[in-house]
Nanobody, 125 residues
Framework: QVQLVEHGGGEVQAGDSLKLSCEVY????????LGWFRRAPGKEREFIAS????????NYIDVVKGRFIISKDSAKNTAYLEMTNLKPEDTAVYYC??????????????????WGQGTQVTVSS
């Protein structure tokens, strides 16, 4: 089993930055990939970015490229989503997720087996 706990959400102004953390517990050696998703009010869950758990390869959706960066601290089994130049349209509940086996599409929620509880990010204009 793998457990994920997110921290770091909050209310900020447009243009501000936030750094979300995702603490990973349990059988971390099973993890293949970490993903970040968000769900904005009234919208479907949206893939944002993902990275290999043990490597540096990462991918991002276009609307966050250049503003959001994934990083990891392997010693702490913690992943981070650093968000800069936040916009009101970034307002959402943000989730980290972990997949334990390779599947064809890492931007699909079906790739991931475990999910955190989510953390609210609110960006005001």
């Amino acid at each position: 089993q793998v457990q994920l706990v997110e921290h770091g959400g909050g209310e900020v102004q447009a243009g501000d930055s936030l750094k979300l953390s995702c603490e990973v517990y349990g059988r971390t050696t099973r993890i293949d990939r970490l993903g970040w998703f968000r769900r904005a009010p009234g919208k479907e869950r949206e893939f944002i970015a993902s990275s290999q758990w043990t490597g540096d390869s990462a991918n991002y959706i276009d609307v966050v490229k250049g503003r959001f960066i994934i990083s990891k601290d392997s010693a702490k089994n913690t992943a981070y989503l650093e968000m800069t130049n936040l916009k009101p349209e970034d307002t959402a509940v943000y989730y980290c997720s972990a997949g334990i086996q390779w599947r064809p599409d890492p931007s699909s929620a079906e790739y991931y087996d475990y999910w955190g509880q989510g953390t609210q990010v609110t960006v005001s204009s």
